[in-house]
């Protein structure tokens, strides 16, 4: 099976780093980081990523307009969105899913339960 490729998307240097920490200790997987959605939209064509953990709040092209953009070029079961967000309501949490994100993770981030989520979309996107 190939390594799974992630692009992690944070416009906090810190929750990137955080998250990029864990995937190197704990997965056999590549993965590239963006600190705001204009980068991240760059990164997706070249990296070409089967999953991208998001922040939704960014300045400049946040994570809604990143989820469009993937959305109009790649299915859920081609690259599989995972946001992260401590917005949690129920109408933020529906439009996320509505608009094709494959996965929800609040903030502050557990470590559990980023490596169960990733492993879950690994499977469904790799086989």
């Given at each position: ?16 780093t955080l998250i990029s ?107």
């Open positions: 099976m190939k390594k799974c490729k992630i692009l992690i998307v944070d416009d906090i240097p810190t929750n990137v920490t864990i995937i190197k200790k704990k997965l056999d997987a590549d993965s590239d980081t963006a600190l705001s959605g204009e980068e991240a939209l760059k990164k997706i064509e070249s990296f070409n990523p089967d999953i991208i953990i998001l922040d939704l709040m960014m300045p400049g092209v946040d994570g809604w307009d990143v989820i469009r953009s993937v959305r109009s070029k790649h299915g859920k079961d081609e690259v599989a969105i995972i946001v992260t967000s401590a917005i949690t309501d129920e109408v933020n949490m529906a439009e996320c899913y509505d608009l094709g994100v494959n996965d929800f993770i609040e903030k502050p981030i557990l470590q559990n339960k980023l490596l169960d989520t990733i492993r879950r979309q690994t499977e469904k996107i790799l086989g």
